[in-house]
């Protein structure tokens, strides 16, 4: 098999060959000089000091486009919202961004703290802000990062999505004292410390061949730690204490063994559950432990601390909308509850996004329509293309013209956006309003630098959802990646199914189901074994290295064991060989950190790839002809912009409205439902096209094809009738490969990519290969109900147009022939 060209190389070697040829002093604005700076560590942070890293999320850490924002919730314990602590912010921008008219903004808690001009685009800069005090408060705050970024050079819409900055989220987070950045208290689970990528470490203390039963109620644990403190990334690892600065050991057992494996603890009467500091030589270490099961079992149940979260209401409200907002249906929520806030915007092209869940038995069809209804406005004078465009997971689901050359201002405009746009699981709404004017013709890139407002966003505005559907669908893994469907709503307890007792094995299976007790949003009591289990027994979560599954399993599920053998024959049963540590020069790792920005890469991804395959990208580099003196990471405390303000509760709907119409308020409600008549015709139009594109495009796909580079495939079938006969199977050439391409899938921006019947993961490019679910079957997963019954009808005729259409002309030849039948004797005869 012939191996593909690697983009992400190409992309790595281009990016290394441009920073070599720019000279910094060109590519930049000139500034005052600046003193040298001091060592600092790989962090930026001088010793003494340490950082509490972002948790990952699904956006990533890139701000692109003209204006874009990430929201955050951040836990801080008591004692260190005492304290006068500093956020520092690492960033990398593309050569395009245009530094005089371009900033970044750090939010907390509402309140601006500081902003500072986008400016390094050749290197990783690190500002710092002062955080005022008493701003932070204990439990959950909300951290949020804005990006408001012009071209340097090009004025039309396609370069507005050149614009990007990359949140290096290494050198990113709020500078704490080291000795205060570990917890004490199980109450403080949302401070435990995420490593540098944003995912959270989790050691996992086992005796060697543990029963099923303690493995269970570990991987228990190990849920509920991941959904108390918010942690979308736990990586579970099996072996002794660990030690460093991130991550937790987790120990659970019998009082007197758990003693005897664990240093300077001593074994207790009765459950307990506790927290011992980090210390010299092994991190933070939570410890469950009883004098039997039944105490063990009680210990567990100290874990949930508190009955509602605490923290600051921007916190609370952030913390309630990350990953996404669940929702049930027939309700309406406003998207200031999402992280949208009000907000005035320049530039030729807004945009702004919100995540929401929908229910894992919502069936996904054009029987119904969702309606976002938009509070904001518009400026005079825009161009006549400029439009609003809303997109959903990717694809436009609507559309509206801005069409008054006076503007406009609106608290109530509803879009309709198709239920069949959305999918179960996590959704992503995204806002785009292209606002060109006439004189972007011109192009002057210094007239963005206090450009007049051209479009008015309200946090006001509400997303409205209709009654829907409730039926469960196999196989679906898109379902199953972002709901935890079956598994979390499993009426016995779901299989975990690890036919390979090696540690890594192990810890790849409790990476897997934790980040679906995480998806579900809630703990599933996963029972282990090693024996396949039969039919109707409950949902099973097979992982396993290749060599470890039956073919006959994977036939059963319609899994290619073939393709798979052939692919991967390299790799199969491959003697595990010790990668030991990298020791690469300072300037290249800096230099490789700098490419993998760029790529806005994940690091886990990068990390999963073999050493050899890992540097690959940098032999194409002579350090000789490559320039870097500028790579590096430049300090810079930032004074506070004033104080801490809250965001002002000016009226910009009324601003805006007297701007433009006056006093012909009644002259502009009268527009308005004309407009709104000719805007429903219109979407009715398109909304036809957008099915149609979407069916068209569905018909021309093809099935990928397992490739040498693709080291992970997730499939899932169905083996008998029933939500207990689904399987899904994750599996590699060999366990060393299963936990670190594990590592990789469970990122927050791969794991949505997961779909379809068959999903391949190539961790080289950061990308996900799917073969779509053609024969899905249906799972009752609701009470029976005529409402629903109609509902799901209603859907499957709309995704089935044929059928819908042949019922039509069957009930209309019927109603004709009966009509025929009954008038026929019916009247007077005439000659």
Wanted: charged share 20%.
């Amino acid at each position: 098999m012939i191996a593909r060209v690697r983009p992400f190389r190409a992309l790595l070697r281009a990016s290394a060959v441009a920073a070599a040829l720019v000279s910094p002093l060109a590519a930049q604005p000139i500034v005052a000089p600046e003193p040298a700076p001091t060592p600092v560590a790989e962090d930026g942070l001088a010793p003494g000091l340490a950082l509490r890293h972002f948790t990952n999320n699904i956006q990533g850490y890139r701000l692109a486009g003209e204006i874009d924002a990430s929201e955050w919730p951040i836990y801080v314990t008591a004692a260190q919202a005492q304290r006068k602590l500093r956020f520092q912010l690492g960033y990398l921008a593309a050569v395009s961004v245009m530094p005089e008219a371009s900033t970044l903004t750090l939010t907390i808690n509402d309140a601006l703290v500081g902003e500072a001009a986008i400016r390094f685009f050749n290197s990783v800069e690190s500002v710092s802000f002062d955080i005022p005090e008493g701003l932070l408060q204990p439990g959950l705050n909300s951290v949020r990062i804005t990006a408001s970024q012009r071209h340097r050079v090009d004025c039309t819409l396609a370069a507005t999505r050149e614009l990007w900055t990359q949140i290096d989220p290494i050198r990113t987070g709020l500078v704490l004292n080291a000795t205060e950045a570990s917890i004490d208290s199980l109450a403080d689970l949302g401070a435990a410390p995420p490593d540098e990528q944003g995912a959270l470490p989790i050691r996992l203390v086992l005796e060697k061949d543990a029963p099923s039963e303690d493995m269970a109620r570990a991987l228990r644990l190990v849920e509920m730690i991941a959904i108390e403190g918010r942690f979308e990334q736990p990586v579970v690892e099996i072996g002794p204490p660990a030690s460093g600065r991130y991550g937790i050991n987790l120990v659970v057992g019998n009082a007197k063994e758990v003693a005897a494996r664990l240093d300077g603890f001593a074994a207790g009467d009765g459950p307990r559950a506790v927290v011992l500091p980090a210390r010299a030589g092994r991190r933070t270490t939570i410890v469950v432990t009883g004098a039997d099961n039944g105490q063990i079992e009680e210990a567990i149940k100290l874990i949930k601390t508190a009955a509602a979260p605490v923290g600051s209401p921007s916190g609370l409200r952030a913390a309630a909308a990350s990953p996404g907002l669940r929702l049930d249906g027939a309700e309406r929520v406003k998207l200031a509850d999402l992280g949208i806030a009000s907000q005035e915007f320049s530039g030729r092209l807004f945009r702004a996004g919100v995540n929401i869940f929908m229910p894992s038995d919502f069936y996904p069809a054009d029987y119904a329509r969702a309606t976002l209804r938009l509070a904001g406005g518009y400026a005079a004078g825009l161009a006549p293309g400029a439009q609003l465009v809303v997109n959903v997971d990717g694809r436009a689901a609507v559309s509206l013209l801005l069409p008054k050359a006076s503007g406009d201002v609106f608290k109530d405009n509803p879009l309709p956006l198709p239920l069949g746009s959305f999918k179960p699981g996590l959704n992503r709404i995204e806002i785009e309003a292209q606002t060109q004017t006439p004189d972007d013709a011109a192009c002057d890139p210094l007239a963005a630098i206090g450009a007049p407002s051209r479009f008015l966003m309200l946090g006001d505005s509400e997303l409205e959802l209709p009654a829907m559907a409730r039926i469960g669908r196999a196989p679906d893994l898109a379902v199953t990646a972002t709901g935890g469907f079956p598994y979390a709503d499993a009426a016995v307890h779901p299989k975990l199914y690890l036919p390979s007792r090696d540690d890594k094995s192990i810890g790849a299976g409790m990476t897997i189901a934790a980040h679906l007790a995480l998806a579900a949003g809630r703990p599933i009591d996963f029972s282990f074994t090693s024996t396949p289990p039969l039919k109707g027994e409950g949902p099973t979560l097979a992982v396993a290295p290749f060599s470890a599954l039956k073919p006959e399993l994977l036939a059963s599920l319609d899994i290619p064991a073939a393709q798979m053998r052939e692919a991967w024959n390299a790799q199969i049963d491959r003697p595990h060989q010790p990668q030991g540590s990298e020791t690469l020069p300072d300037f290249t790792r800096e230099t490789r950190n700098r490419l993998v920005l760029q790529k806005n890469f994940p690091i886990a991804c990068q990390e999963a790839l073999p050493p050899k395959r890992r540097r690959t990208p940098l032999s194409w580099l002579d350090p000789s002809n490559v320039d870097y003196s500028a790579v590096g990471a430049l300090t810079r405390e930032l004074p506070n912009v004033g104080a801490a303000t809250a965001r002002g509760e000016r009226d910009l709907f009324g601003e805006w409205s007297a701007r433009l119409h006056g006093d012909d308020d009644w002259l502009r409600r009268a527009s308005e439902q004309i407009l709104r008549s000719m805007d429903w015709a219109k979407d009715k139009f398109g909304g036809a096209r957008v099915w149609a594109s979407r069916r068209l495009g569905k018909l021309a796909a093809s099935d990928p094809m397992l490739t040498e580079d693709e080291l992970l495939l997730v499939g899932q079938g169905v083996i008998g009738e029933s939500a207990r006969d689904v399987w899904t199977v994750v599996t590699a050439p060999n366990a060393e490969e299963l936990a670190e391409n594990v590592r990789c899938l469970v990122d927050p921006r791969i794991a949505r990519q997961i779909s379809g019947r068959l999903s391949f993961l190539d961790a080289g490019e950061a990308r996900i290969d799917a073969t779509p679910a053609e024969n899905s079957r249906f799972i009752p997963t609701q009470p029976f109900s005529l409402g629903n019954i109609r509902l799901i009808a209603a859907g499957w005729l709309s995704l089935h147009p044929p059928v819908f259409v042949l019922a039509a002309l069957t009930l209309a030849s019927l109603l004709a022939f009966a009509t025929r039948l009954f008038v026929r004797k019916v009247g007077r005869r005439t000659q």
